[in-house]
């Protein structure tokens, strides 16, 4: 069964800071990840996906990068804003390999300081 | 940008009543979902949903849930006779084609609170 695993649960950091969110996950028969912001009250937006054949992928001062082998990815914000906080979790799909419902981690509690 | 809308954004039903909430997908979507959040948990996969039956479901999904796309915009999830520990943010999803290639997106959820 698939478990994602998000380092830290928590982090607060100042405005400007540039930061890593982590994510693991136990099975490495996935063909995607899905990094999402969630806001409170609010539902998921999808931030970045990764195709397994990718190491790394883009969108403006984020970039997240896929491990397969060793079932790691990373999240980087650069240059981080007040806008930035938010709840980022990390998802793969469900049965590991041709299934796509999503397993999520936990989270990772953003809160940055103006 | 086109969304997926869930309604109502929240329900209060009875210990024992049957609910159902409701959704309308990216309208070329074609891959249906439906998760739930627990306050404070994470978010969990119910079920997924394509040419008209279900492809996948999780442990969670027992027989007092269903789904049903009743027209070509709607997809809804019924749950026959609510528990407490229904109690929980449900999520529909909706994504393009290729499994490999699309994100899914997600409605702004409804928050079911059973009482």
């Known amino acids: 069964k698939q478990e994602v695993t998000q380092i830290p649960a928590a982090l607060s950091v100042p405005e400007g800071e540039n930061l890593v969110l982590n994510c693991s996950f136990t099975?490495?028969?996935?063909?995607?990840l899905q990094w999402f912001r969630q806001d409170p009250g609010k539902g998921l937006t999808s931030l970045l996906l990764?195709?397994?054949?990718?190491r790394e992928q883009t969108s403006g001062r984020l970039n997240a990068s896929l491990d397969k082998s060793s079932g790691r990815s990373t999240l980087y914000i650069a240059a981080s804003q007040p806008g930035d906080s938010a709840t980022y979790l990390c998802a793969v799909p469900y049965s590991g390999g041709g299934a796509d419902g999503l397993t999520f981690g936990k989270g990772t509690h953003l809160i940055i300081q103006p | 940008e086109p969304e997926v809308t869930q309604t109502p954004s929240h329900q209060v039903t009875q210990m024992g009543q049957e609910v159902i909430l409701r959704c309308v997908p990216i309208s070329n979507h074609l891959y249906f979902y439906w998760y739930r959040q627990i306050l404070g948990q994470k978010v969990e996969f119910l079920v997924s949903?394509?040419?008209?039956?279900?492809?996948?479901k999780s442990e969670i999904f027992d027989d007092q849930f269903s789904v049903e796309r009743p027209d070509g915009s709607n997809f809804t999830l019924k749950i026959r006779s609510t528990k407490l520990e229904d109690s929980a943010m449900y999520f529909c999803?909706?994504?393009?084609?290729?499994?490999?290639?699309?994100?899914?997106?997600f409605g702004d959820g409804t928050r079911l609170s059973i009482l």
């Open positions: 099975d490495s028969a996935i063909y995607n």
């Open positions: 999803a909706s994504r393009y084609d290729i499994p490999a290639g699309q994100p899914q997106h």
């Open positions: 949903f394509y040419n008209n039956e279900i492809s996948e």
């Open positions: 990764i195709q397994s054949s990718q």
